[in-house]
């Protein structure tokens, strides 16, 4: 089946309310009418409300960084499913630095998914191994098990997204080789078939992230199993993202250089 592409920004603790609010709207007037691609923002929670104010009946989707896995809850600090549901229709989950530096699990990333898809949100789950598993030579072993322990119990819907971002290619400049990636995909999408049959398999979407550029995309996407990016630093200027949601665009669509 075809799978739409999905570019997502993950903007991180970046911007303030005015700079988010000009983000937001310079990417609108930039790549409002890009078809063919699922355009996502991911602003920190405090700023979701203005960003969609700035992109209200745009077709750019908006996100949230990560969800905790209850509402109405002793939970200080944290924001629920239910609450997020009210504005956006996205969530990133178990992005590497939730993981590695605020100490989220797999068993709390999977409660977070179950969480987020019980509610009506969207999950973006992020799987990816670090250098030093990556040197040990257990990448296949950690995404297995974060792919695996992610979707545990789930019923997750057609198209359902998930990032594989290799730790060490994050923000580090040093992007995976589109082979690689496509390599890891690959996997990720076998161990999903296994579990829940090659026909909902071939339905995820699963993107790459790590250093992504408008430089760098097309090779990306020029992977059939590669369905998109999750872009972090890139994503924080219109031009640099609209570049990567354009470029995209094209290669998916085949069209000639504009
Ligand atoms: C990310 O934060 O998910 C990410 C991929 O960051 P960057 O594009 O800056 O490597």
Redesign the pocket.
Known sequence: MARTPVIAG?W?CHMRLDSAFELASGLRDRIDDVQDVEKIVCPPFLYLATVEVALTTSSIMVGAQDVHWEDDAAATGEVGPQMLEELVDYVIIG???RRHRFGETDEMVNTKVQAALATGLQPIM?VGETLEERQAGHTEGVLLRQTRSGLNGSEFPDGFII?Y?PVW????GMAATADDANGAIDLIRREIAAGFGQAKADTVRILY????TGDNIAEFMSREGIDGA??????LKVDAFAKIVEEAARVRTGARGN
């Open positions: 993950n991180k992005h590497s630095e992020c990032a971002e290619a994050i923000g580090t992230g790590g250093s992504v999750l872009v972090g630093g890139a994503s």
